[in-house]
């Protein structure tokens, strides 16, 4: 029954969406309110039919009933209560599921939250996310239906992939597609302006929090993503240029040229036809990402076409989607009014300047993530393009922005100062300098470069200060009125400063840890130690140990530093019974300030030995640290006054109802 | 949902008995060619894993390649001369930066472009708005008079420094 009533439950929100997609478009031809409101009425009903079918696919993992297809495929009766959970999205149809919750979710909160939106926009934006919906919608019940039962049900399930049973997959994919499909939103408005013929300031104050939000969940997704692989692969990567993380990173790129585009448009009325070009490519690219990692294109283009349906219909929804946008883009852009002229040398020539970068790095992940796939579909030449090439092609790309990064926010508004920014970031300088050179003393070994890229992040964080510095005047004005005016300094300056100040965080700590990384590889007996980076680690001996639903070999190990025991780390190998003996890696990892080491084992060896492999990474930790205080930057920003009181033509009439900050 | 996929290819790849990347007993003795073994390991592709080099990789293939390459560095092959080697051998797919010849010039070429031709883009751009030379002179000169009424205003409400 409730599996029956999931599957009912998303045909009903499927008529919902075709009904949005459609008499609110109406409505807003007509002028006819009535019309218009149904499109905020099925949005919500539309979540709440959908958040049925995923709550009831839920509950059939939760109690294994493995008469259901995807139960049984991906379930098993022994798996810890979170992973039943979790193993819901664990696989094509429930991560579909998941998707269209998320879409749903959405619209729902536009719904629910764009009171202040003009009528007919919102009328519009919702009708272009039914779209997206119903289209999803029918993917799902046509080629991928997790309610589908098998008519002999078996006893037991065939357990989900070990390497998804941990807590990554409980928060990763989900905050990834809050991030993916949290840009169909901007989509949604960049089409909704197309076919209203009207853009201004206004419509990039609405839809700038909402790419805020969707960059926000994006950037800890990857960073999620990046941390779990670090841990659960076990040979200490953390990011490895592969197809299904370009994926991700394509919309993040894209989507963070769109925030900084959005501000210009915002501030300054300019770049209105590239703002909405950028909404139809973030989204887009998030649908690429779609299918490549759904129709199974990634694993061998012969794959795809001996099982086209599902790879097929992505593609179809794909080339609508992104073809019929860009033709209502060239057919009505020129419609849009050009706004403010400013300088080469100004705020908005930087925040281009940004575009120009961060859009040829997409276009660099684009190109060698589909090249292969292309030469192969044209030529049948199979070709590989790896972590080198993009070494090689993308490191470049981002040096330059963040050589750039830390003068944006120094320059004016329509016509700025570069010789008074550099004086400015003179002190930012110094100090990158500084870094550069006990960074060269410190260190010996690995790369000339590094201290040089050390240098750079140290800048960009130097210049993050000094533009908050700068703005309240400290040293030059008293200390309390520097303060004073450090408290009266709206939100999205710190926020501005936190996300730049993050990247220059992240990249140290990809510096040091690709350039000053230890490793130790050996077959280690009880009792034997292996010394790396100054630390002293001993095997204590192997142990055999009982899961849930998988055996472990535990090798303990005992750390010294400085003559002191430190620690014991307990890394182990799990093997699943329920997976046909199925191994997988647990790393165990010892922090010490942003530093780590990180064990793994191999084979045990027939006299009684094991294959380890024992890392120090320094500064690891920075490469996640950063994107986090990116993503707080992002959510400071969000919370600021200007974004909360929304639109800007009655911002002067609320001021006055606005509680005292 | 993207990372679980490159997750469970990985784990496709992975045999259950199968080995570490990097076996302890596939160390060159000496350093400086084992360092020139790893450098070029990660240049090189697990053949049957889906875009893992055969430095990380834990397939049986792997290892073969890894040993392989060892072994010609231990036989005196300059690093060109192996990866020659691999590619004759292999193929083009055995390499993670494809060599720039005619059928990968679009690969390599597409960055630069993209570039050049967006920040060519946006000089013309910038030029054809603005009409010659920045922003100021296209706009028209403001008349002696405006001049004088400007100051007027300008000087009757300068308006304090804002942060």
């Not at chain 1, 949604?188 to 201004?200: H, K, M, N, T, V």
């Not at chain 1, 080339?319 to 852009?333: D, K, Y």
């Not at chain 2, 494809?98 to 967006?118: A, I, N, Q, S, Y």
Request: proline share 5%.
């Amino acid at each position: 029954m409730i599996a029956e009533s999931g599957h009912y439950a998303m045909v009903l929100a499927l008529a919902l969406a075709l009904i949005q997609s459609t008499v609110p478009l109406l409505g807003a031809r007509l002028s006819d309110p009535a019309l218009m409101n149904i499109a905020r009425s099925t949005a919500l009903a539309q979540l709440l039919f959908v958040a049925f079918s995923f709550a009831a696919l839920v509950t059939l993992h939760v109690t294994s009933d493995f008469s259901v297809a995807n139960v049984f495929e991906n379930s098993h009766s022994l798996k810890p209560l979170i992973y039943k959970v979790t193993g819901v999205w664990g696989n094509h149809e429930g991560s579909m599921l998941l998707w269209v919750s998320i879409l749903a979710l959405f619209g729902g909160l536009v719904a629910a939250f764009g009171g202040n939106l003009p009528r007919s926009l919102r009328a519009r934006v919702l009708a272009v996310q039914a779209w997206v919906a119903s289209a999803f919608y029918l993917f799902i019940l046509g080629t991928s239906n997790p309610f589908l039962r098998l008519p002999n049900p078996p006893i037991e399930g065939r357990d989900l992939n070990p390497v998804l049973q941990d807590i990554g997959l409980a928060v990763h994919p989900p905050m990834l597609y809050l991030g993916y499909v949290g840009f169909s939103i901007s989509f949604s408005f960049a089409i909704a302006a197309l076919l209203e013929g009207r853009i201004d300031a206004a419509w990039a104050r609405w839809v700038r929090p909402w790419t805020l939000i969707a960059w926000i969940f994006l950037t800890l997704g990857i960073a999620m993503g990046s941390y779990w692989a670090y841990y659960e692969l076990g040979w200490g990567g953390w990011w490895f240029w592969d197809p299904v993380e370009n994926a991700s990173l394509m919309p993040w790129l894209a989507g963070t040229a769109l925030l900084h585009s959005a501000l210009v448009m915002e501030k300054r009325e300019a770049l209105k036809v590239w703002t909405i070009l950028l909404s139809i490519l973030t989204f887009s690219l998030s649908l690429l990402g779609t299918f490549l990692v759904r129709s199974g294109v990634l694993t061998s283009v012969h794959a795809f076409a001996t099982d086209p349906t599902r790879g097929v219909f992505i593609l179809l929804i794909l080339c609508v989607f992104i073809g019929g946008s860009l033709m209502l883009f060239a057919w009505r852009a020129s419609a849009l009014k050009q706004g403010g002229l400013f300088a080469p040398i100004s705020r908005e020539g930087a925040l281009v300047l940004n575009n120009l970068f961060l859009t040829t790095a997409c276009a660099t992940v684009f190109i060698g993530t589909l090249y292969p796939l292309g030469l192969e579909v044209l030529t049948g030449a199979k070709i590989s393009v790896g972590a080198p090439f993009f070494n090689l092609t993308f490191a470049p790309l981002f040096l330059l922005v963040m050589i750039a990064l830390p003068f944006g926010p120094m320059l004016g508004w329509k016509r700025g100062d570069l010789l008074g920014a550099a004086q400015r970031l003179l002190a930012a300088g110094v100090v990158a300098l500084f870094a550069v050179a006990i960074a060269w003393a410190w260190t010996s070994g690995g790369a000339a470069l590094a201290p040089l890229a050390i240098g750079l992040a140290v800048f960009v964080i130097a210049g993050a200060l000094t533009d908050l510095a700068e703005r309240i005047a400290l040293f030059r004005a008293p200390f309390g009125v520097a303060m004073r005016r450090m408290r009266g300094l709206p939100r999205s300056i710190w926020g501005t400063a936190f996300a730049h100040a993050g990247i220059g965080i992240a990249l140290i700590g990809i510096v040091c840890e690709t350039t000053w990384n230890t490793e130790y590889l050996g077959t280690m007996k009880a009792g034997d130690a292996a010394n790396v980076a100054g630390y002293e680690l001993r095997l204590e001996g192997l142990f055999q140990e009982q899961g849930p639903n998988y055996r472990e070999t535990t090798a303990p190990f005992t750390v010294y530093g400085g003559g002191q025991r430190i620690a014991v780390m307990r890394p182990s190998k799990r093997s699943f019974t329920t997976r046909g003996g199925m191994s997988t890696t647990e790393a165990a990892l010892l922090t010490r300030g942003a530093s780590q080491l990180y064990i793994s084992l191999g084979d045990a060896t027939p006299d009684g030995g094991i294959a380890v492999r024992i890392y120090h990474k320094p500064m690891v930790l920075l490469i996640w640290l950063g994107p986090v205080l990116m993503a707080f930057g992002g959510m400071l920003s969000l919370s600021d006054r200007r974004l909360r009181v929304g639109a800007p033509k009655p911002a002067k009439a609320l001021r006055g109802l606005q509680p005292a900050e | 949902m993207k990372r679980v996929l490159a997750l469970l290819f990985i784990v496709a790849a992975i045999s259950v008995t199968a080995a570490r990347a990097v076996q302890p007993d596939e160390i060159m003795a000496d350093p400086v060619k084992e360092a020139r073994a790893r450098d070029l390991s990660r240049e090189l592709r697990c053949m049957v894993c889906q875009n893992q080099s055969i430095d990380d990789s834990e397939a049986p293939l792997a290892r073969d390649l890894r040993l392989l390459v060892r072994e010609r560095i231990a036989a005196g092959d300059s690093d060109g001369q192996v990866i020659d080697f691999l590619v004759a051998r292999y193929g083009e797919f055995v390499l993670l930066k494809p060599r720039f010849e005619r059928r990968t010039v679009l690969l390599w070429l597409v960055p630069p472009f993209v570039l050049l031709g967006g920040g060519l883009a946006l000089w013309l751009n910038g030029r054809r708005r603005s009409g010659h030379g920045g922003v100021g002179p296209s706009q028209p000169a403001l008349t002696a008079e405006e001049e004088a009424r400007l100051a007027a205003l300008l000087a009757a409400d300068a308006p304090p420094e804002k942060s």
